[in-house]
């Protein structure tokens, strides 16, 4: 079993967040589609994330951006075979960003450690799949209607308790869980800001925290930046996000942020 609290646990000994580079293998994806949907440019992505600071890499293979079109689980395993069957040398973390529990449990058995569940429901076949391989399992809220939350923030902690609650019925022990308030997904900017001002409040589960901010459409919104392409906000985010809990930072550009969290990390160690 890969014990991500063990592992985040060590790791914020001496830095204050974990990064999470992404790769999308997907024509698909809002801000990097087609970009490395190839085995050769899938590959060079992978080591250049791993050298800019991921301690995990995200693989998505299906889009989940608003309008994405289907993609059946043998469409999507072709996609991540590119990467996962294939010899990487000194290969960091792998966690796999999908809604199918079958895709999950191909990626699993090619040596993925994280189940990144993107569907937003409480899948039994997922759950079981994250007893039985003992495999951290991220949760993410992606319920409801833009603008249309009576109290997001109370919306997502409900949702939380409630996904501690299946898991504890099909065998998911707490510390799997990896909690992930969904930002962008069929939420407004005043709501998505809502939810990063809740963030301590998300932490007081006692379980780690991911934050997926990265080139969203709010970001861009509060920065002023065109849409996905939003350097200034993405690390305004980030930054927010480690200093009132994030444990994990969910990004496409890692390099922008490494210089970042090295300074961090040295300020973090100071006062501790």
Same mark, same amino acid.
């Given at each position: 079993m890969f014990d991500i609290f063990s592992y985040l646990r060590d790791f914020h000994a001496a830095s204050p967040? $974990? $990064?999470m580079g992404i790769l999308n293998l997907t024509p698909d994806s809002f801000h990097d589609g087609a970009c490395y949907n190839q085995k050769e440019k899938a590959i060079e992505q992978l080591l250049h994330l791993r050298d800019a600071g991921a301690q995990i890499v995200d693989l998505g293979a299906m889009s989940s951006r608003p309008g994405h079109a289907f993609v059946t689980e043998e469409e999507e395993i072709?996609?991540?075979a590119l990467v996962l069957e294939q010899e990487i040398p000194d290969r960091p973390l792998l966690s796999v960003d999908t809604d199918k529990p079958e895709v999950a449990a191909y990626a699993l058995e090619q040596g993925v450690q994280i189940i990144n569940d993107c569907s937003g429901l409480l899948q039994a076949d997922m759950y079981r799949l994250a007893a039985r391989k003992a495999?951290?399992?991220?949760v993410m809220h992606r319920q409801g209607e833009e603008g249309r939350h009576t109290d997001i923030c109370r919306e997502v902690q409900d949702f939380f308790r409630e996904?501690?609650?299946?898991?504890?019925?099909y065998g998911v022990q707490e510390r799997q869980l990896i909690l992930d308030p969904g930002l962008g997904f069929n939420k407004s900017i005043e709501?998505?800001?809502?939810?990063?001002?809740?963030?301590?409040?998300?932490?007081g589960f006692g379980l780690p925290v991911l934050l997926g901010f990265s080139h969203k459409r709010f970001v861009s919104g509060i920065s002023g930046e065109p849409p996905a392409q939003s350097p200034g906000g993405n690390l305004a985010a980030a930054v927010y996000g480690f200093?009132?809990?994030?444990?994990?930072l969910r990004m496409h550009d $890692?390099?922008?942020?490494?210089p970042l969290l090295q300074a961090a990390a040295v300020l973090?160690?100071?006062?501790?």
């Open positions: 967040c $974990l $990064l072709s996609r991540l495999a951290p399992l991220i996904c501690i609650a299946f898991g504890k019925l709501e998505n800001l809502q939810l990063m001002a809740a963030l301590p409040e998300f932490s200093l009132h809990g994030a444990s994990i $890692l390099e922008l942020l490494k973090w160690k100071e006062q501790r």
